[in-house]
C-alpha cells in the first residue's frame, strides 16, 4: 500500500476497496475533493475477508465460477446477513468513505444453490439503501441492468461494467434523467473502440473509463 493516493488530475471521484486504503488516505483525498466509493460485496462471500467467519454456513452457497474464491449468498436471510452487512457498511463510514459500491447485487441471475428471485433481489438492495442512507452513505446500483427502473428512486448513482461492450447502457440513463451520475469501467481484455464508446458516453452524460481487468492503477478516460 502506497503512503499516499493522488489519482490523475482531473479525477473527481475515487472507488476503492476498504482493505486496500487507509483512513487517512481517504481524508486526503476528500479534502482534494474527491467523491470517494466503498467497494463492498453484498452478494458474495470472498474467503480473505477478515469478517469471514462471521458467516453461518447456513446462507453461504455454490462457488462463484468466475471467481473461485467467493461463495454466493443467500439474501432472503434477515437473521445474518442484514447485519453483517450493516457492520461492513459502518466501516466505509468510519473510514471516511462518501458511498457505497453494492457489488454482486445480481446474485439472483446466478448459480447460487438457492432459489433467489429478482424479488428478493430487489427487497435485499432496497433495505441495504436504507442502511447506508441511515449512516449517512450514499449508495449505488452496480450493474443490473433489470432493476434500474426499481432502484432509480432509491440509489445515489449507478456503477455499470462494460456496459457499451454489452450494449446496454441505455438501460441504465434513467440516472441521468434524474440527475444522478452514471459510472461505466470498459475492460482491455475486449475488444472495444474507446474513441466511440467516449462519443456515445459524452451524449448520454456518461463517466467512462477504460480500466485493465485486475484494476491495476492504470486508467484511460475520454478526451
Known sequence: MSESVAPPEGVR?????????????????????????????????????????????????????????????????????????????????????????????????????????????????KLLATTAHMLGLEIGQKNAPELTDDLVRTMDFAITESCYQDDWCTEVLPYVRYGKPVFDAEYTDREIDFENACRRAQKSLISVILKDRDLGPARQSCR
Not at 475477508?49 to 443467500?74: A, K, T
Not at 446466478?110 to 429478482?118: I, S
Request: with cysteine; net charge negative.
Open 13 to 125: 471521484v475515487f472507488d476503492a476497496d476498504p482493505d486496500n486504503v487507509t483512513k487517512e488516505q481517504i481524508a486526503a483525498l476528500k479534502a482534494d475533493g474527491v467523491y470517494t466509493i466503498c467497494y463492498v460485496s453484498v452478494g458474495t462471500l470472498e474467503n480473505w475477508r477478515d469478517d469471514v467467519d462471521h458467516f453461518p454456513p447456513s446462507i453461504v452457497g455454490n462457488r462463484y465460477e468466475d471467481w473461485p474464491d467467493e461463495n454466493f449468498l443467500d439474501i432472503r436471510d434477515r437473521s445474518h446477513l442484514p447485519a453483517l452487512m450493516a457492520e461492513r457498511f459502518s466501516r466505509c463510514k468510519m473510514m471516511g468513505f462518501d458511498a457505497v459500491e453494492p457489488d454482486n447485487m445480481d446474485v439472483y441471475d446466478n448459480d447460487t444453490g438457492f432459489p433467489l428471485t429478482r424479488e428478493d433481489g430487489l427487497r435485499y438492495i
